[in-house]
């Protein structure tokens, strides 16, 4: 009896949490599900997840049993100030939904940062309107209203007639015996509802302490690309992410600007008037028609390199397969194997603009917006800091575009002008990033399902249809790119082309597309994901005037090279003098290391991973 009676007691125990604080539980209960059920199942990729709700509940939960332990009197005020943080941040969270399809992310939280008091205003008048009571914003400001309402009609009791009061002490009454009652029910429920919560939600609580627990910004996005990384369901949580995510990145944007301020810039003879670097975006070299793709991809890529202007090098590889990683190291005069971190060293734009450059940013990318993914985040944000955007670039564009020829037109109609005497400029593409069919026209489809249907008869028909949306876009890649050479042609230039990182689009048997993140490097993920095109093209006065350097770049177009050692090649051309340049990165250069190991993601060389001959 005894036993039993204790069982009864501990069970009536596990209910108390709840019912000590019933509204708070209730009321903060629903806004969690209509903040998931407003946001989770629009997001791109994302469905309800399984767990979500009862991961909620244990949540909730957990927040009641610590509500329990503080007295009454300061229990009210704690209860009032999460009211205000919660149906705060669920309202922001979902109106940013409903108004830029994302929800509060790391972006948006610097934006906010870096908004004055007017662009406040001037949002506010844009944006808030009466249609927002009729979103799914309005189902918040609903349960908002209901609570309010739940809060003050207690109140009403002593306008009540006498009769009426009775009838309302009669139901409490009625209602206290009911709980304690059934007590013994409730508890056995709530414990067999928090023993599923604590086993649904546990890989998800796991894997948002890893997320959380990362040493860097690239750390964290490299946590995201894992199949079953941690879901952030409340906007309370996309919110502490957020801040999280804002203060790595802030370390690594002190130790940028720290490299910026101690830049050494001894003397530069300017050898190449007009540098430029094309960076595409997921081009794998397999479906390119210049390494002998069957497919007729790149046509005037190929027109080019026959006419001898433009070298083609045949063993080029990528340090990783996401863009932000390619983007610190490319950019950054740190190549894989030196002490320290990319942000360590100097960016080599801040190098030109101190040597004299005008330097020119056209990206398609990477632009400070409030549907923005950690991953363009983390790419992004030492680029899009005022203070390293300054040090690094004289001119940028201002908008990003549906399709990559936007960015030819803003380069004609208003960056061109700014051109000066020495001018560096990086065009950077959206190339084939995934959605294929969404990188290029209607009017440019060339190939179509039909196509593959004996040159990869093992795929069915949707995976060709895909095959050739990835085909088209390479197709209209090239075109791009060859209109980018066109501008420069006529001019004493030189031009590089070099995508951030392979892709896959169905290769061999492998089945899949895009790019396996989390898996352990072996050849065929190196040889679809981490080998890419790389090339030089010299205009005809170039080469003419400058045949050192153009018999230099034949030479070297079959040594081995990985493209974190970029920015050194790009310095010699300039002709910068600085302690930051080293000739054995330098892949034209006579002291050239071509031994240097070819570190994959920081944790495999890629030259063992090589099938022997």
């Not at 939904?97 to 844009?126: C, Y």
């Not at 005037?300 to 610190?328: I, Y």
């Not at 030089?536 to 990985?562: L, N």
Request: proline share 4%.
């Amino acid at each position: 009896m005894k036993i039993r009676n204790l069982i009864t007691r501990f069970v009536s125990m596990v209910f108390t949490p709840i019912k000590t604080n019933a509204a708070f539980f209730v009321f903060m209960y629903l806004l969690g599900l209509l903040c998931a059920w407003e946001t989770l199942p629009h997001q791109k990729g994302a469905t309800i997840y399984e767990h979500t709700y009862a991961e909620l509940f244990l949540d909730i939960y957990l927040l009641c049993l610590i509500l329990t332990a503080i007295p009454q009197k300061a229990r009210t005020w704690v209860k009032g100030f999460l009211y205000f943080i919660l149906y705060s941040l669920a309202l922001i969270d979902v109106y940013c939904f409903v108004k830029f399809q994302s929800t509060i992310t790391p972006t948006m939280l610097l934006l906010v940062g870096e908004t004055d008091s007017r662009e406040a205003g001037d949002f506010l008048r844009s944006y808030l309107s009466a249609d927002v009571i009729f979103s799914p914003v309005g189902w918040i400001l609903m349960l908002i209203l209901v609570h309010i309402a739940k809060v003050f009609l207690p109140r009403l009791r002593a306008h009540l007639s006498y009769r009426n009061k009775i009838f309302l002490q009669e139901s409490e009454r009625r209602s206290i015996a009911f709980w304690k009652k059934s007590a013994p029910l409730w508890g056995t429920l709530s414990l067999c509802l928090l023993v599923y919560s604590a086993i649904a939600c546990a890989h998800n609580k796991a894997a948002m302490c890893k997320l959380m627990s990362g040493s860097t910004i690239g750390e964290v996005e490299h946590t995201l690309t894992e199949k079953d990384h941690a879901n952030l369901y409340m906007p309370i949580y996309r919110l502490v992410f957020s801040i999280y995510a804002n203060e790595l990145a802030s370390q690594q944007i002190t130790k940028c600007i720290e490299a910026a301020n101690h830049i050494q810039v001894d003397s530069c003879s300017y050898r190449s008037p007009n540098i430029v670097l094309i960076i595409g975006e997921s081009y794998g070299r397999q479906h390119d028609q210049q390494y002998g793709y069957f497919m007729p991809t790149t046509p005037r890529q190929v027109k080019r390199e026959k006419s001898g202007l433009l070298v083609k090098f045949t063993d080029v590889v990528a340090p990783w397969n996401l863009t932000s990683f390619v983007f610190k190291n490319v950019l950054s005069m740190h190549v894989v194997g030196q002490k320290g971190e990319w942000c360590d060293y100097p960016l080599f734009p801040e190098l030109f603009r101190k040597a004299g450059y005008h330097v020119t940013f056209i990206t398609n990318q990477f632009l400070p917006k409030a549907k923005e993914a950690v991953y363009d985040f983390s790419g992004g944000f030492f680029l899009n800091n005022p203070t390293l955007s300054k040090a690094q670039f004289d001119s940028r564009n201002t908008r990003l575009y549906r399709y990559d020829a936007g960015l030819i037109k803003e380069y004609d109609d208003s960056l061109k002008s700014l051109n000066k005497e020495h001018n560096l400029i990086i065009f950077h593409l959206i190339g084939q990033h995934v959605n294929y069919r969404q990188r290029y026209p209607n009017d440019r489809k060339k190939f179509t399902a039909d196509d593959y249907l004996n040159k990869r008869p093992e795929l069915n028909e949707k995976q060709r249809r895909i095959l050739a949306d990835y085909d088209n876009a390479v197709l209209y890649n090239d075109s791009i790119v060859d209109q980018i050479v066109k501008r420069f042609e006529n001019q004493d230039a030189i031009v590089i082309y070099m995508p951030d990182h392979g892709e896959e689009c169905y290769e061999g048997n492998r089945g899949f597309i895009c790019r396996n993140h989390s898996a352990d490097i072996d050849w065929d993920l190196a040889h679809y994901e981490f080998q890419i095109p790389f090339w030089i093209y010299c205009s005809h006065r170039y080469a003419v005037k400058h045949p050192e350097i153009y018999q230099a770049i034949v030479q070297a177009r079959k040594r081995k090279f990985m493209t974190d050692a970029l920015p050194h090649l790009l310095v010699y051309l300039a002709g910068i003098h600085t302690p930051s340049y080293h000739a054995i990165y330098n892949v034209i250069s006579p002291d050239y290391d071509e031994d240097r190991p070819r570190i994959l993601k920081g944790t495999t060389d890629y030259d063992k991973l090589k099938p022997k001959k």
